[in-house]
Structures are given as structure tokens and as C-alpha cells.
């Protein structure tokens, strides 16, 4: 009797905490079930054809901070892959299968790093609202665009830490931005860097959580807690955004909360993950640091499971 009520007991604690540990997604406090539902579609468009993807450094970002955005966003395209396997190209291509499964022709995407704008001077202040973010991301371009908005560790951004380590969606380009006459409406993202406001909710599993079981924290492959967390979450959140841009397209739940590609599958890296621990990943020889991607320019980097429409299971690249 004694063990089965502390079986239950662990059984209970291991959920719980699968409810409170963030897992570099949408929302903090998402919940999956052990066996993952099949994302809906809701019949809105996705995103298709070249797609620019904008940087908007929003505080203070070294070069070298930088370069490990940018070089993931490059890595993203099969053309810029290397032969190191598994790459970020190939983890990308799961999001191809989302687009095989509509009744829309000619659709596929391609992701082409743009413009890099800096706002080092904290044009907006410290303390950021949601609106604010949209105000940021229209500075991107405002047709066939992802405006990605970064904030620096040193900003506070309306419920950063609190419910949610990034988000994305969409708004109406602005009229100085209208093309041809018209009003287009661009995808945008915000991922912050929570180095040193919450690692242990957003930059997990490179840093301890803040609940749930304890594990000693994994290097991170490209030494920086925030930014390889910040990968992460931005990983997560281009996948929502390409097969959900608009709020209609492919996901579980109500719209305003949705599971997505990535979010339908949190704190999975690699195979045999389980609560608190990131799965069987790969491990650099000369730095200890733990990954499942090869990118570009020599890069490595820990990208989240995506959902898998085709067999309906969280797949991993490791």
C-alpha cells in the first residue's frame, strides 16, 4: 500500500511540474498530455513563398551576441546547410509536412535573413507594453516579412517571466509602409533575453529550474545562457508562426492560448525526455556543451521537438 501511494504521489508530482517549468515555449504554463492530439487545421492561410526575416535588436547586443541569431536564421535554409548531421535545415523541414497536409497548391516557404535594425539607445524606454513590441516589429518590412523584435536582458516586457518567454502574431503594416497602395499584414515575433530576469524559466535547460526536479544545468553550446536560450524560444515561435501566422491556421485549443508545432511539445530535445531532463543529446567533446543541430559557420545549437503531423508524435533530431 505504502509504495502504491507513493507511486501516485510521484506520478502526481511529475505532472504538476510538467505544469509550472517553462520549457522555452509559447506560454509558460502549457500542458501536454502524454499522448500529443493532432494539431487542427482551422483553413487560414500559411505563411509561403521567400520570406524576409527582419532583426530588431532592441537594447544592448554584442556583435558576437548577434551572430548567433543571425547565423540560426541562415542555418534555417537548406542551401545554407553543411554537411554536419542533424542540422538545422533538417529540423526545419518538419514544418514542410504541415503544408503537405493542405488543399492549397504551389505552397511552401522559404526564410532568408533581411535587415538587422539596432535600437541601442532604448528609443521606447525599459519597460515595453505588447503594443509597443507591434510598434517595434512594423520598423521590419511590412510584406512577405518576419519582424522579429529581440529585447535585451536589461528590458521588461509586459508579462516577460510571468506567463510567457516570447510570443508571435500578426498586425496591419503601417500606411509609410504600404506597398503599391496597399496594406499588407506582416507575422511578427518578440523573444527576450531572460539571463538575468528568469533562466530558470526561460533559458531552461541551460540553467536550474526554477520548479519541479532538479538537474544540473547543460552547457550551452554557444556559451551564452541568454542567447542560446533566446534560440530556443525563437526556434519555437518561427515554427507557430509559420504554420499558424494568423491565428487559423494549424493548432490545438483556444486561439488566444494556442499548441502549436513546437508548443505542443515542450521541454522534448531529445529522445527519452521526460520532466526536468531535455532528452539524450549530443555532446560537444571539447566544451561538454550539449546540443542536437549543427548550423552555420561551425555553429551548434538546441532546437525544441516539433510536432510531427504525419505520425503524430513529437519528433527530435537526436
Not at 518538419?94 to 516557404?109: C, N, P, W
Not at 508571435?168 to 500606411?175: F, P, R
Not at 519541479?212 to 525563437?234: E, R, T
Not at 522534448?268 to 521526460?274: D, L, M, P, T
Request: aromatic fraction near 10%; charge should be positive.
Amino acid at each position: 500500500m505504502a509504495s502504491f501511494v507513493s507511486k501516485t504521489f510521484l506520478k502526481l508530482f511529475l505532472v504538476i511540474s510538467l505544469f509550472q517549468i517553462s520549457l522555452a515555449t509559447r506560454k509558460l504554463n502549457e500542458l501536454v498530455q502524454d499522448q500529443p492530439h493532432l494539431l487542427q487545421y482551422h483553413n487560414g492561410p500559411l505563411l509561403s513563398g521567400k520570406i524576409s526575416v527582419s532583426l530588431i535588436w532592441y537594447g544592448k547586443f554584442k556583435p558576437s551576441q548577434r551572430s548567433i541569431i543571425s547565423d540560426f536564421i541562415t542555418s534555417l535554409s537548406s542551401s545554407a546547410s553543411q554537411n554536419a548531421q542533424p542540422s538545422v535545415s533538417t529540423w526545419w523541414k518538419t514544418t514542410e509536412k504541415y503544408y503537405h497536409l493542405t488543399s492549397r497548391k504551389h505552397s511552401s516557404l522559404s526564410l532568408i535573413l533581411g535587415r538587422q535594425i539596432l535600437d541601442e539607445s532604448y528609443s521606447l524606454g525599459k519597460s515595453l507594453t505588447t503594443k509597443q513590441i507591434v510598434e517595434l516589429a512594423s520598423k521590419g518590412d511590412q510584406k512577405n516579412a518576419i519582424n522579429v523584435v529581440l529585447t535585451s536582458s536589461d528590458v521588461a516586457v509586459e508579462k516577460f517571466c510571468l506567463s510567457r518567454c516570447g510570443t508571435h502574431g500578426s498586425a496591419l503594416g503601417s500606411k509609410s509602409g504600404q506597398v503599391k497602395g496597399k496594406n499588407y499584414r506582416f507575422a511578427y515575433i518578440w523573444v527576450g533575453n531572460s539571463e538575468t530576469q528568469c533562466p530558470g524559466q526561460c533559458a531552461w535547460p541551460f540553467h536550474q529550474p526554477i520548479y519541479g526536479p532538479q538537474s544540473p544545468p547543460l552547457v550551452a553550446p554557444n556559451n551564452d545562457v541568454g542567447l542560446d536560450g533566446m534560440v530556443i524560444n525563437l526556434a519555437s515561435l518561427l515554427a507557430g508562426t509559420a504554420t499558424n501566422p494568423f491565428g487559423n491556421g494549424y493548432f490545438q485549443g483556444p486561439a488566444d492560448a494556442p499548441l502549436e508545432a513546437a508548443s505542443a511539445c515542450p521541454g522534448k530535445y531529445g529522445k527519452g525526455a521526460y520532466p526536468g531532463y531535455a532528452g539524450n543529446l549530443l555532446v560537444d567533446p571539447t566544451t561538454g556543451a550539449s546540443y542536437n543541430a549543427h548550423g552555420g559557420n561551425g555553429r551548434k545549437y538546441l532546437l525544441p521537438a516539433l510536432y510531427d503531423p504525419s505520425t503524430s508524435s513529437c519528433s527530435t533530431l537526436v
